[in-house]
């Protein structure tokens, strides 16, 4: 089963994003903010993260940085999730 790893601290949004992800057949790792999700990340070396820019603790900007500087982790596929629906965001 393949594991992915979402990091979102809107808990409906979270919870949702899971549930879809499960039916499809994935293994979900969760966190609700910066730190935890890099922690989760190193420790597991899913094969995707998921991960919201605005979180507390440390932003998903931040997260992707450290990420990168990391040998295990610096070729795991990335994408953000956001809110922000204008362009200039």
Request: hydrophobic content about 45%; glycine content about 6%; overall charge negative.
């Amino acid at each position: 089963m393949t594991t992915l790893l979402l990091i979102e601290d809107h808990a409906p949004l979270r919870r949702n994003l899971e549930d879809i992800l499960t039916l499809e057949g994935y293994h979900v790792l969760i966190a609700a903010n910066g730190p935890d999700g890099l922690r989760l990340a190193r420790e597991n070396q899913p094969a995707l993260i998921l991960c919201d820019i605005m979180l507390p603790g440390c932003d998903g900007m931040e997260i992707l940085a450290a990420l990168r500087t990391d040998p295990s982790t610096v070729a795991t596929p990335f994408i953000f999730l956001t809110a922000k629906g204008d362009p200039t965001d």
